[in-house]
Structure formats: structure tokens, C-alpha cells
């Protein structure tokens, strides 16, 4: 496969998915280069280069031809203008959003607004409207208490889960406490180690880290064992908010009473790691070997990535030797790492060597592999390559999975095929590949830069029947986009949303759209959004 990727000669194939694929990918074999945005991750960036511009006045409503029947027939709505309520609706999952995306003051009113109807609800009902709230704690509380009400229907422990973490989410720990507890008290195994798990992620995530460590001790209350399990659970929370020194502390205070693992000890390596203390991970894996474990391949694979990472190839290389000496084998996940860092480093054939390499040690790719070299290949401009591994990685049988649509379309995007990146995601509507917030990213971007209202609202909408709440991230997005193409209108209603669902905006977008409005002389708009940021620090406890 080297050989062909360097020739540009990948070998075809007749599935009729993948020649679906290449149909949509095909306008992206017209352009070589696009301009690099700041503002996506850095791992879907391009080349420079300049673009037609459109005439404000037509680009609200345009839709391509192609595509405008699919926008059509979905129920679009303003996510700042909800519809009223329906009761000729036959879909219940549909009717309850659209009462629910009115902005309701209490948990208390949103269920109220739901009293006078007969939904028929099911488990699967609750699960998806509390996903599509998942981001807004207000109507999915609501939702809940309503539910709860409900005659024969009792909430199971996966919806009780997802309260939990949508209020810890929300950093309401106060009402995450008290669900914790009503759980406790119906018994019947509803708290389990899942429930505790979101308890350390969502304290952890708000730098409650010793109100974590607090969580853990506590297990025992609720019928919980404090086991290698859950110490590892605990510490992985941590190390994710970069505090291993903490992780370290609770390793320390409970390995004599709980008996440490391999995965205990890679917790620790990958949080040094991250932390690049690399002399502290070395001193971790000689720790694991003298409690009996010997570092695997996930153990090292830390070290390739931190490494990586700082582009130190040179130290990637004496790692992948020591593996091979010590018999631990790297795996598909290794080359990716190895692969993908060459190629942010614009070692193409470098990077493309190391499938090779893979090749020789038996390692079959997987689908993020493929997924990495798409990224590589269209970060160097070699869009038909992109186009021909597609289409490969069907013949060594390795379907595209979401990674794969959100890498291709974030580089339709950033080429600004606007036609190849929406029928990628009509594609993966077609062959049941659901969508993640990633997916949504570059889309809604380009429709702020070429001010394609009319589908971005779509593409709004098209998320929210994904069951795929907007986070704090897409609503910056959507501020700054909003910002640069000049329709501060917009911009002001996707901010107050955003605090309204109880985000805090980071400063530097709160401080362009300030600088925005007050150059163009919006003074009113600009008082309203400083109480909007007082407001969502006072909330947040900034």
C-alpha cells in the first residue's frame, strides 16, 4: 500500500458506499490549497489560499440546488425563536423538544408546561429527550420531575445516570448530591460504580479535585466497594484535568488497603506524560515492575506520544527500539500517534513510511489509522489521495466511522466545497452513522464565513435531532462566526443563549463581541451582554 499511496495509484473498488463516497468527495479533487482557520482544532487545518466571495444580501437563504430538498423537509427552527407547542404532533419525542426549547425560569415551570398533555413515555423516550438536554439543565430537569409524576412509569437508573451527570455538568452539585441520594434511597442497585463515575469526572472537571478524592471515600455509604476499580476510575478523572499530583496522592493513601493493577499504574504514566514529567513516568514503570507488572504497550505508548508531542522523533525512535527488545509490540494505536505527529510535521513521506513499518510487524490498521492518514493527506494538498484511501479502506474491509466523516468533511470544509461537505453528512445520515458534535463544527463554521443562514439553522436543527446538545464550544463558534460576517443580531442571541444554559463564555469571545458591537455604535446590545457576563460569572463562580 506505501508504494501506491506514493504513486497516487490506490486500487479501486465497486461497494456501492464507497462509490457513493467518492462521488461526494470528487469536488475536492478541483482546489489544492484553502485558507488556515485559527479557530478550529489544529488537527483540521489547511493551506492558504483565496476564495469568491458572495453578496451578504443573497447568501442568507441560498441552499445548493442539490442538497435544497434534504434542508427543506426538515422541520427547521430558530434555535432563538422556538415554535409554540403542537398537539397535532403524532411524534412525542418531537413535541416534548418543542415545549421544552421554550426558556422556562425553574426546573419547576418546565415541567408545568408539560402537565396538560398525554405523552405515552418509555424508557427510550427519556433517554433521548435528557441527550438532547443533556447541555441545559433547566427542561431536562423539568422533563424529569414531569416524568417522575407520571403514572406507571418509574425512571430507571440510566435516566437517574444521566441527570446526574447533565447537573454536574451544569455544576449544580448541590441538586447532583441530592439525585445521588434519592437514588440511595430506592435501593435496588440504582447507585452503581457508573453514577460515581460521573460524580469524579464532572467535580474533577470543575476543579473540585479534593471534593472528588471526598466522593471516593465516601462510596460506602451508598453500598459501593472502594476496589482497584474504582481507585482507578478516580484517579483517571483527575489525570484528565491534568492534576496527577492528586491521583498520585490517592494511588499513595489507598494502594495498602486496595490491591494497585497494571491499569492503576498506566493512569499515572499517562498523567505524567501529559504533564511532560517524563523522568516521573520512567519512575512509575520501574515502580510497576517492582509490584510485579510489566509496562505493555499502553505503557510505552505514552511515552510515543508525549514525545510526539514535543516532535522529538529522535526519542520516538529509541522507545519503538526498546519495545521491540523488551517483546512488547506496538499496536495500531502506537503508528497512529507516530503517523499523525509526522504528518503535523510535514514529514509526508515519513509519515506514510511508517504504514510500512506497521506492514512488517503484522499490524493491521484500524479505522482511526485511516481516519489520520485522510487528515495527512489532506493537510498536504493530496486531495485525490484523500478521495483513493477511502476507497482502500474499504477493500482491507475497515468501514467509515464517525472519526472518518467528521475528518473528511472538516476537510471539504476547510477547502470550502460546501456541496461535498453536506452530502457527507447526508451520507452518514443514509448509512446510520450518527453524528457527534465534532461533526458539526467545521459546517457551522463555513456557514458563518459564507453566511449561509438559512443552512446553518438547518444544520442547528439537523444536531438537535441527533440528540446532540450545543456545548460551550459550538456556542463560541457560533459567537465568533457571527462576529467576523458581521451580523451581531445574531451574535448577541446565540451569547444570551449560551448564558442562559449556564455557560460561562471565555473572556476573549465575550471581549470580541464587545469590541464588535461598540464599533458599531450598539450600545444598548453592548449594556445587555455585560449583564449577560456578570450574570454567567455570578452563576459560575468565577
Same mark, same amino acid.
Given at each position: 500500500?506505501?508504494?501506491?499511496?506514493?504513486?497516487?495509484?490506490?486500487?479501486?473498488?465497486?461497494?456501492?458506499?464507497?462509490?457513493?463516497?467518492?462521488?461526494?468527495?470528487?469536488?475536492?479533487?478541483?482546489?489544492?490549497?484553502?485558507?488556515?482557520?485559527?479557530?478550529?482544532?489544529?488537527?483540521?487545518?489547511?493551506?492558504?489560499?483565496?476564495?469568491?466571495?458572495?453578496?451578504?444580501?443573497?447568501?442568507?437563504?441560498?441552499?445548493?440546488?442539490?442538497?435544497?430538498?434534504?434542508?427543506?423537509?426538515?422541520?427547521?427552527?430558530?434555535?432563538?425563536?422556538?415554535?409554540?407547542?403542537?398537539?397535532?404532533?403524532?411524534?412525542?419525542?418531537?413535541?416534548?423538544?418543542?415545549?421544552?426549547?421554550?426558556?422556562?425560569?425553574?426546573?419547576?415551570?418546565?415541567?408545568?408546561?408539560?402537565?396538560?398533555?398525554?405523552?405515552?413515555?418509555?424508557?427510550?423516550?427519556?433517554?433521548?429527550?435528557?441527550?438532547?438536554?443533556?447541555?441545559?439543565?433547566?427542561?431536562?430537569?423539568?422533563?424529569?420531575?414531569?416524568?417522575?409524576?407520571?403514572?406507571?412509569?418509574?425512571?430507571?437508573?440510566?435516566?437517574?445516570?444521566?441527570?446526574?451527570?447533565?447537573?454536574?455538568?451544569?455544576?449544580?452539585?448541590?441538586?447532583?448530591?441530592?439525585?445521588?441520594?434519592?437514588?440511595?434511597?430506592?435501593?435496588?442497585?440504582?447507585?452503581?460504580?457508573?453514577?460515581?463515575?460521573?460524580?469524579?469526572?464532572?467535580?474533577?472537571?470543575?476543579?473540585?479535585?479534593?471534593?472528588?478524592?471526598?466522593?471516593?471515600?465516601?462510596?460506602?455509604?451508598?453500598?459501593?466497594?472502594?476496589?482497584?476499580?474504582?481507585?482507578?476510575?478516580?484517579?483517571?478523572?483527575?489525570?484528565?484535568?491534568?492534576?496527577?499530583?492528586?491521583?498520585?496522592?490517592?494511588?499513595?493513601?489507598?494502594?495498602?488497603?486496595?490491591?494497585?493493577?497494571?491499569?492503576?499504574?498506566?493512569?499515572?504514566?499517562?498523567?505524567?506524560? *501529559?504533564? =511532560?514529567?517524563?523522568?516521573? @513516568?520512567?519512575?512509575?514503570? +520501574?515502580? &510497576?515492575?517492582?509490584? %510485579?507488572?510489566? /509496562? !505493555? $504497550?499502553?505503557?510505552?505508548?505514552?511515552?510515543?506520544?508525549?514525545?510526539?508531542?514535543?516532535?522529538?522523533?529522535?526519542?520516538?525512535?529509541?522507545?519503538?527500539?526498546?519495545?521491540?527488545?523488551?517483546?512488547?509490540?506496538?499496536?495500531?494505536?502506537?503508528?497512529?500517534?507516530?503517523?499523525?505527529?509526522?504528518? *503535523?510535521? =510535514?514529514?509526508?513521506?515519513? @509519515?506514510?513510511?511508517?504504514? +510500512?513499518? &506497521?506492514?512488517?510487524? %503484522?499490524?493491521? /490498521? !484500524? $479505522?482511526?489509522?485511516?481516519?489520520?492518514?485522510?487528515?495527512?493527506?489532506?493537510?498536504?494538498?493530496?486531495?485525490?489521495?484523500?478521495?483513493?484511501?477511502?476507497?482502500?479502506?474499504?477493500?482491507?474491509?475497515?468501514?467509515?466511522?464517525?472519526?472518518?466523516?467528521?475528518?473528511?468533511?472538516?476537510?471539504?470544509?476547510?477547502?470550502?466545497?460546501?456541496?461535498? @461537505?453536506?452530502?457527507?453528512?447526508?451520507? &452518514?445520515?443514509?448509512?446510520?452513522?450518527? /453524528? !457527534? $458534535?465534532?461533526?458539526?463544527?467545521?459546517?457551522?463554521?463555513?456557514?458563518?464565513?459564507?453566511?449561509?443562514?438559512?443552512?446553518?439553522?438547518?444544520?442547528?436543527?439537523?444536531?438537535?435531532?441527533?440528540?446532540?446538545?450545543?456545548?460551550?464550544?459550538?456556542?463560541?463558534?457560533?459567537?465568533?462566526?457571527?462576529?467576523?460576517?458581521?451580523?451581531?443580531?445574531? @451574535?448577541?442571541?446565540?451569547?444570551?443563549? &449560551?448564558?442562559?444554559?449556564?455557560?460561562? /463564555?471565555?473572556?476573549?469571545?465575550?471581549?470580541?463581541?464587545?469590541?464588535?458591537?461598540?464599533?458599531?455604535?450598539?450600545?444598548?446590545?453592548?449594556?445587555?451582554?455585560?449583564?449577560?457576563?456578570?450574570?454567567?460569572?455570578?452563576?459560575?463562580?468565577?
Amino acid at each position: 500500500m506505501l508504494t501506491r499511496l506514493h504513486n497516487l495509484k490506490l486500487h479501486s473498488t465497486s461497494k456501492t458506499h464507497i462509490n457513493a463516497l467518492r462521488y461526494f468527495l470528487n469536488p475536492l479533487c478541483t482546489t489544492t490549497e484553502v485558507a488556515e482557520s485559527p479557530d478550529l482544532p489544529s488537527w483540521v487545518k489547511f493551506f492558504d489560499t483565496n476564495h469568491p466571495k458572495h453578496a451578504a444580501s443573497d447568501d442568507d437563504d441560498f441552499v445548493i440546488p442539490s442538497l435544497a430538498n434534504w434542508v427543506e423537509t426538515h422541520n427547521l427552527n430558530h434555535p432563538t425563536k422556538p415554535p409554540k407547542p403542537s398537539t397535532s404532533d403524532t411524534d412525542d419525542l418531537e413535541s416534548i423538544s418543542r415545549i421544552l426549547k421554550v426558556r422556562y425560569p425553574s426546573p419547576e415551570n418546565a415541567a408545568e408546561s408539560l402537565e396538560r398533555y398525554n405523552f405515552e413515555l418509555s424508557n427510550g423516550l427519556v433517554q433521548r429527550v435528557l441527550m438532547r438536554f443533556s447541555n441545559d439543565w433547566v427542561p431536562a430537569l423539568g422533563f424529569f420531575i414531569w416524568a417522575k409524576r407520571r403514572t406507571g412509569y418509574r425512571h430507571l437508573p440510566e435516566a437517574y445516570n444521566s441527570m446526574v451527570d447533565v447537573l454536574g455538568k451544569s455544576k449544580n452539585f448541590d441538586l447532583m448530591w441530592d439525585f445521588v441520594e434519592e437514588m440511595d434511597q430506592i435501593g435496588d442497585g440504582y447507585v452503581t460504580l457508573e453514577t460515581m463515575t460521573k460524580v469524579f469526572r464532572r467535580l474533577a472537571k470543575a476543579g473540585k479535585h479534593q471534593e472528588a478524592i471526598e466522593a471516593f471515600r465516601g462510596m460506602e455509604r451508598f453500598g459501593l466497594s472502594k476496589d482497584v476499580a474504582a481507585l482507578n476510575t478516580l484517579m483517571n478523572a483527575l489525570v484528565k484535568e491534568r492534576s496527577v499530583e492528586l491521583a498520585q496522592e490517592a494511588f499513595l493513601e489507598f494502594k495498602e488497603s486496595i490491591p494497585v493493577n497494571s491499569h492503576s499504574f498506566n493512569v499515572l504514566i499517562h498523567g505524567w506524560c *501529559k504533564n =511532560r514529567k517524563l523522568d516521573i @513516568a520512567r519512575n512509575t514503570m +520501574e515502580e &510497576m515492575e517492582r509490584h %510485579g507488572f510489566r /509496562p !505493555d $504497550v499502553f505503557s510505552y505508548t505514552c511515552l510515543v506520544e508525549a514525545y510526539c508531542s514535543d516532535k522529538d522523533f529522535r526519542k520516538v525512535d529509541e522507545v519503538l527500539s526498546e519495545m521491540k527488545g523488551k517483546a512488547c509490540e506496538p499496536n495500531a494505536v502506537t503508528y497512529t500517534i507516530v503517523m499523525h505527529a509526522l504528518g *503535523k510535521a =510535514r514529514e509526508i513521506t515519513k @509519515a506514510l513510511e511508517v504504514y +510500512e513499518l &506497521m506492514k512488517g510487524n %503484522g499490524v493491521v /490498521p !484500524d $479505522v482511526s489509522f485511516y481516519s489520520s492518514l485522510i487528515y495527512i493527506l489532506g493537510k498536504a494538498g493530496r486531495l485525490k489521495d484523500v478521495q483513493e484511501v477511502v476507497e482502500d479502506m474499504t477493500k482491507q474491509g475497515v468501514k467509515p466511522d464517525a472519526m472518518t466523516y467528521n475528518t473528511l468533511i472538516s476537510c471539504a470544509c476547510e477547502h470550502s466545497q460546501e456541496e461535498a @461537505a453536506l452530502k457527507l453528512l447526508k451520507k &452518514m445520515e443514509e448509512d446510520s452513522c450518527k /453524528p !457527534d $458534535v465534532q461533526t458539526y463544527a467545521p459546517l457551522l463554521k463555513m456557514c458563518c464565513r459564507k453566511k449561509r443562514m438559512k443552512v446553518l439553522y438547518f444544520l442547528l436543527d439537523h444536531m438537535f435531532k441527533n440528540d446532540i446538545s450545543i456545548d460551550a464550544g459550538t456556542y463560541a463558534l457560533l459567537v465568533r462566526g457571527m462576529c467576523k460576517n458581521g451580523k451581531l443580531e445574531n @451574535a448577541c442571541s446565540f451569547f444570551e443563549e &449560551m448564558v442562559l444554559k449556564s455557560f460561562v /463564555p471565555k473572556d476573549s469571545t465575550y471581549k470580541m463581541l464587545i469590541e464588535e458591537l461598540q464599533g458599531k455604535s450598539m450600545e444598548k446590545e453592548k449594556k445587555h451582554i455585560e449583564k449577560l457576563m456578570l450574570q454567567a460569572k455570578e452563576q459560575g463562580n468565577v
